[in-house]
């Protein structure tokens, strides 16, 4: 299991210093590259040793069947799997003959660095071959931000004896990769064998071209390289090229002193209905601007847009070097796995790594979408219009289960169900609401009214007819939404989940709303007056079940009357419980997967007082497992607000560090994007106490006393708000845009841009601690 300590400790760069084999696979994770379009992990330069090679582009994936022992209606019929494509990243050296390979020989040094202002890998090594030559090798590898089809590499070869050596470098494209075996457990990609098959390749001069097209879902891929070489007079080129590699060859004798360097420029493009000469032309265009622009200028270019990025989103943290450094490390990740993705869907994984097949779920707008929200909003708008793209399967998927409106996809890459296990996937109906909940946030936030007669007013309005046909009114009149599955996935099935229930609350009363707003563009939908009205009934009379003699809201109806899980009698080696004990079994239980009634507290904060909030708080604490990476950051937020700051921080800690110290043993599949994401949440929802009311911003901080200051930049309606929170103070200042009305610990003021305004921060509401399930609470931050 790999560590945070395998990793210097600086606020901007994720240094390794020495090369461990064993945990080779999460460190590709944690160093890889990508843009939202073009992932790269961080596999050697050279190919081999390597845990798990990857090479991705969103929405490139294949179909294949999902088998069921009893068959059922509605059931999906293929799965989607993101695939390998081309890798382009390839670059093989031999000395004298002898593979650079770092299992054989002696690695005097290595070095890696990640760069989060620069946004590049960088990577130095010293190795001397089995025969007692010694090179030094480095290299620069970038997946570009400004040039959106682009990945490149500069390299170089420094001999280091006092004699000649001959080197060769062979730059590759390579298609079908084998692949390592996929396990038993279900969070793995399942693997496909030699997906691609070949339609084109290329190889003249300096230039190498491979185009493929995948068996199933005839998706076209085409990945094309140029090259600068610069050595010494002995320097020779050849290029080669078949079904599945092309290759440019180089070959040189370097005298001590001499380096040979190759700037080696990749692009990637693909589609679905374009011919071969079109997508061929796509790659070959985009591969003359890289060339056109050379290597530096990428590279100036990558940080120039970074430096841009970081003045509007950075979070500053003092008193706790490792958290600083893991919230820029996971704002950078998140900003990679939406910037240019572009009406494509955000993966659970960015482009990390093939984990859960490459699909996106409701990781995407719960945890995801309100970081880019504020920080890069048209990247959030772009994953949301993606959304609206995949309407026409959700209205039919809805129409297969008999229901109006549109059901939106538990699991997906292209809007199609891709889920084989109906009861956390097709029951999981409050991804729906997630969807409706990040559109509202972002219109809020942005005043985007484009966006909202566009893209809003239609998701609303189909997710609003969708609940409508899901629930229904008692004889009391009372709306419930029986027999679906929320968060909490050890809890499938049930009654009136409250989370669920509060979401298509807020669902309803926003589609009605944007109906009134934009009459037009709802009548062309068909929403009339009479159906608006429905949808403000359904939602003033939505049920929240509660249990009076606890004094708690249920996780959903009859929740607490159910028997306790046996946590005593659970090993430690039992969890997570899914892999362990039958899902009947724990249905049947009180016990939680992750934050559900917990995330309510947060996201439909109005709907409970503070009392209940902390009662509630205490008492799902207790029963709260954690199975999931996407529950800490949820748990961090309430345990502030509630008067938990040491817990908040702790739980703080564990979302920071879920991939860089490995915590649920498989980063090696990619990234936990929502718990990257989630460390900004904890830190500006949780510490920072930010909550988004209609069109204003309000703010409650408060600080762990291990933190002595948070500082954060948002942007919201045109303006850039800096919040600085010191222990007994908090500063606002705009540092872009007109005045902005905001709210302090419920004190409404405007803040403007001719001075910061100071307010004080009142001593925080400590009370007694709840406990976790025996040895699952958060490690003590030290």
């Known amino acids: 299991m790999i560590t945070h300590r395998s990793y210097a400790c600086d606020p901007w760069a994720l240094k390794e210093t020495d090369l461990n084999l064993e945990v080779l696979p999460q460190s590709e994770s944690v160093f890889a590259l990508s843009n939202g379009h073009i992932g790269w992990r961080g596999n050697l330069d050279e190919g081999e040793p390597h845990g798990l090679p990857g090479t991705y582009l969103s929405g490139v994936h294949e179909l294949r069947p999902l088998p069921y022992a009893e068959a059922g209606y509605g059931y999906p019929e293929s799965g989607q799997t993101l695939i390998n494509v081309t890798n382009g990243k390839l670059i093989r050296l031999l000395v004298n003959d002898e593979p650079f390979d770092l299992r054989y020989g002696r690695l005097r040094s290595h070095e890696r660095v990640l760069d989060l202002r620069a946004g590049v890998l960088r990577r130095t090594c010293v190795w001397t071959s089995p025969a007692g030559c010694t090179v030094r090798v480095r290299s620069t590898r970038l997946v570009s931000f400004t040039q959106r089809a682009i990945a490149a590499v500069a390299y170089e070869v420094e001999p280091l004896n006092s004699k000649d050596v001959r080197v060769v470098v062979q730059s590759e494209l390579v298609a079908n990769e084998q692949l390592p075996e996929a396990g038993g457990d279900p969070r793995v990609a399942a693997a496909l064998e030699s997906p691609l098959e070949p339609e084109e390749h290329h190889a003249h001069d300096m230039r190498l071209r491979l185009i493929h097209r995948t068996r199933r879902s005839a998706l076209r891929v085409a990945t094309a390289a140029d090259h600068a070489v610069q050595g010494p007079d002995s320097t020779r080129t050849a290029s080669e090229s078949g079904d599945n590699v092309s290759r440019l060859t180089v070959t040189s004798v370097l005298s001590p002193g001499e380096t040979l360097r190759l700037e080696k420029m990749v692009a990637y493009g693909w589609s679905g209905v374009r011919s071969l000469p079109a997508v061929r032309d796509q790659v070959d265009a985009a591969l003359a601007g890289a060339a056109s622009t050379g290597w530096q200028d990428l590279a100036d270019q990558q940080r120039a847009y970074l430096d841009d990025f970081w003045s509007r989103a950075d979070v500053e943290v003092e008193g706790d070097a490792e958290i600083q450094q893991a919230v820029r490390f996971g704002l950078f990740h998140v900003l990679q796995a939406g910037a240019r993705a572009e009406q494509r869907a955000i993966p659970a994984k960015g482009l990390t790594g093939s984990g859960y097949d490459g699909h996106t779920f409701w990781d995407t707008e ?41 059901a939106f996809p538990w699991r997906t890459i292209d809007g199609q169900e891709c889920s084989a296990y109906w009861p956390a996937g097709t029951a999981a109906f409050h991804i729906n609401a997630d969807i409706a909940d990040a559109i509202i946030r972002y219109v809020d936030a942005t005043g985007d009214e484009e966006f909202e007669r566009e893209t809003a007013v239609p998701i609303l309005v189909e997710t609003a007819r969708l609940w409508l046909s899901l629930g229904h009114h008692d004889h009391h009149g009372v709306f419930h939404i029986d027999g679906v599955t929320g ?17 298509a609350q807020a669902n309803l009363r926003a589609a009605a709303d944007v109906a009134e707003r934009h009459p037009r563009e709802a009548g062309a939908l068909g929403v009339d007056d009479e159906e608006s009205a429905r949808w403000r009934d359904a939602a003033e009379a939505v049920a929240l079940p509660y249990n009076s003699a606890l004094g708690v809201h249920e996780q959903s109806a009859g929740f607490t009357g159910h ?18 004990f039958p899902y009947f079994e724990i249905y049947r239980k009180q016990v939680v997967k992750q934050a559900d009634l917990v995330l309510a507290l947060y996201k439909r904060g109005e709907a409970f007082d503070d009392d209940h909030k ?85 703010f409650s901080p408060k600080l762990p006393n291990r933190l002595t200051r948070l ?72």
């Not at 028997?563 to 362990?580: E, G, I, K, S």
């Not at 908040?648 to 991939?659: I, K, P, R, S, T």
């Not at 110290?661 to 599949?669: F, Q, S, V, W």
């Not at 007109?738 to 009370?767: C, D, M, N, Q």
Request: aromatic content about 8%; overall charge neutral; charged content about 20%.
């Open 614 to 698: 902390a009662r509630d708080f205490a008492y799902y604490e207790p029963l709260t497992v954690r199975d999931s990476s996407l529950s800490a950051c949820c748990q961090a937020v309430i345990a502030a607000e509630v008067g938990h700051l040491r817990l908040a921080y702790d739980y703080l800690g564990e979302a920071a560090l879920m991939d860089l110290a490995d915590l649920e043993n498989n980063t090696r599949d990619g990234l936990h994007t929502a718990s990257l994401a989630g460390t900004w949440v904890a830190l500006v929802a949780g510490f920072g106490g930010m909550r988004h009311e209609g069109q204003t911003l309000c």
């Open 487 to 503: 968060p909490d996935e050890y809890s499938a099935v049930a009654d009136d989940n409250v989370y669920t229930n509060l979401m």
């Open 563 to 580: 028997q306790v899980w046996n946590f005593a009698a659970t090993r430690p080696d039992q969890y997570p419980l899914m892999l362990h």
């Open 711 to 782: 500082a954060f930049a948002v942007q919201v309606l045109g303006r850039r708000l800096r919040v600085e929170i010191r222990d007994a103070t908090a500063t606002y200042t705009l540092q872009e845009g007109a005045p902005l009305e905001i709210r302090h610990y419920g004190e409404p003021f405007t803040v403007s841009a001719k001075e910061p305004s100071t307010r004080p921060v009142p001593e925080p509401v400590t009370r007694p601690e709840p406990s976790q399930p025996p040895g699952r609470r958060p490690a003590r931050r030290r």
């Open 366 to 406: 719960s945890f995801v979408l309100p970081l880019l929200t504020y920080t890069a909003p048209g990247a959030a708008a772009e994953a949301l219009r993606w959304r609206q793209n995949t309407l026409p399967a959700a209205r039919a998927r809805a129409a297969q289960l008999g229901l109006k409106g549109a």
